[in-house]
């Protein structure tokens, strides 16, 4: 039996194939982010991942420490968190401030998405993470944050022009300036006494 290559152990067997699976993996994507219904080569490794992450304690020491140099993510959620977080703080280094525009991707992620469900969620989020994203000057209402939009192309262009005489179809950088300027003369008894005065 042994020279036919035997499986005396098939749940050890079955963890090695699976681990073979993430290692192959890895090599081609470089990373262990493997999606829930990934296949490789046929092989049902997203459902594999899916259970060493549930079953963590109950693996041994031998198993995890291995996963574990791979560079396995036994908390996706958080890594996920913390890339979306990474590159905000890419943003604001890039744009002084944390006002990403809602269909913005920043190195091909959804970085716009990311900052809208920080908002959706605010209050499910942990303090260590708020306090994290109120230390970057993250803007938490997004109407507050579309009128800083606005007011940051309007300074772009005052800026330039030396002026804040905009025309009513003019774009900035592909926003609607012009608009939004129309709608401040529109809504001026709307805006709070601070918006005023910045645009005075």
């Known amino acids: 039996l042994d020279e036919l290559g035997f499986v005396w152990d098939p749940i050890t067997q079955q963890w090695e ?14 990373h262990c982010l493997v999606p829930v219904r990934h296949l490789e080569d046929g092989y049902r490794l997203g459902q594999w991942v899916d259970v060493q992450r549930t079953k963590k304690n109950k693996i041994p020491e031998a198993q995890r420490r291995r996963l574990d140099e791979q560079g396995f993510v ?8 913390e890339e979306g977080f990474s ?12 006002l990403v525009p809602s269909k913005h991707r920043e190195d091909g992620y959804r970085l716009g998405k990311w900052v809208n469900r920080q908002r959706t969620t ?51 950088g592909g926003y609607r300036l012009g608009k939004w300027i129309s709608g401040q003369r529109t809504n001026k008894e709307k805006l709070s006494e601070e918006q005023r005065r910045r645009l005075d």
């Open 122 to 172: 605010k209050e499910e989020l942990t303090e260590e993470r708020r306090h994290r994203l109120d230390e970057l000057g993250f803007v938490w209402d997004a109407i507050a944050q579309l009128w800083e939009e606005g007011f940051s192309a309007l300074l772009k262009f005052k800026e330039r022009e030396g002026s804040c005489l905009v025309s009513q179809k003019h774009l900035e």
């Open 87 to 98: 590159l905000l703080l890419k943003f604001k280094e890039r744009e002084g401030n944390c």
């Open 17 to 30: 194939d699976g681990f073979s699976s993430l290692k192959q993996f890895k090599e081609r994507e470089g």
């Open 74 to 81: 036994w908390y996706p959620h958080a890594h996920q968190w």
